[in-house]
């Protein structure tokens, strides 16, 4: 097995490219920071940054000080899962203030929360290959998972049982009827989250609460 100091002397091309090579990085990387590195030469500016990283470890230096611990948690909260995680993914954008396009690449297997949101996101126009590759996660990031259950549990014409959804599917529901998050953003318990969000569709639908005097003599 190749040491840190001999990988960088052969350089992120030649690694990257080896099929041997490779996986001994990505091992020796997760060994001295704890989670595993994007791509180095697939267009990411974390990837790129990681590997200057790793050459400063093969020096000796302490890896502890290479990358900020933002960095690490970012790394290893991941709130989707992608089916293929040997394929290669792409996606273009465009950087603030330039014409051209960009091409930003990964493999799914150090895919980052960022990428796949992006990924997503460029998407966005196209309905067809948006829900093409909705189809390659088996589980979507928080983003659109988000979006999904607010698809799924909201039809103005059908009743919801409020009882059988978690938090954050009734959290979504007061996000997407555009309810003020200082109402409803501190209530911690399920069952607050429900009583809010029923009476707030009585408010809307102007239906008085059982018991509420409505000041209208009865007839």
Do not use: H
Not at 118 to 127: C, K, M, N, P, R
Not at 134 to 150: D, G, N, Q
């Amino acid at each position: 097995m190749a040491t840190a100091k001999e990988l960088i002397q052969r350089g992120m091309v030649a690694v990257r490219n080896s099929a041997t090579l490779y996986p001994e990085y990505q091992n020796l990387f997760n060994e001295a920071f704890g989670y595993f590195p994007e791509c180095p030469t697939c267009g990411s500016l974390l990837g790129q940054n990681q590997w200057k990283a790793f050459a400063a470890f093969a020096d000796g230096a302490d890896p502890n000080t290479l990358l900020t611990k933002n960095t690490t948690e970012t790394m290893s909260k991941q709130t989707f899962k992608i089916k293929d995680r040997n394929k290669l993914y792409a996606y273009n954008f465009k950087k603030k203030g330039q014409d051209r396009d960009f091409t930003s690449r990964t493999y799914g297997d150090v895919m980052t929360e960022d990428f796949a949101i992006g990924y997503l996101d460029s998407a966005s126009g196209d309905e067809e290959l948006l829900n093409q590759r909705k189809a390659e996660f088996s589980e979507l990031p928080a983003k659109y998972a988000k979006k999904e259950v607010v698809a799924d549990v909201v039809d103005p014409d059908a009743p919801v049982d409020l009882s059988k959804l978690k938090m954050a599917d009734l959290q979504a529901i007061a996000t997407d009827k555009g309810y003020p998050d200082e109402e409803w953003e501190k209530l911690n318990s399920k069952a607050n989250m429900i009583a809010y969000l029923e009476a707030k569709a009585l408010a809307s639908e102007d239906i008085p609460a059982k018991g509420v005097d409505t000041g209208e003599d009865l007839v």
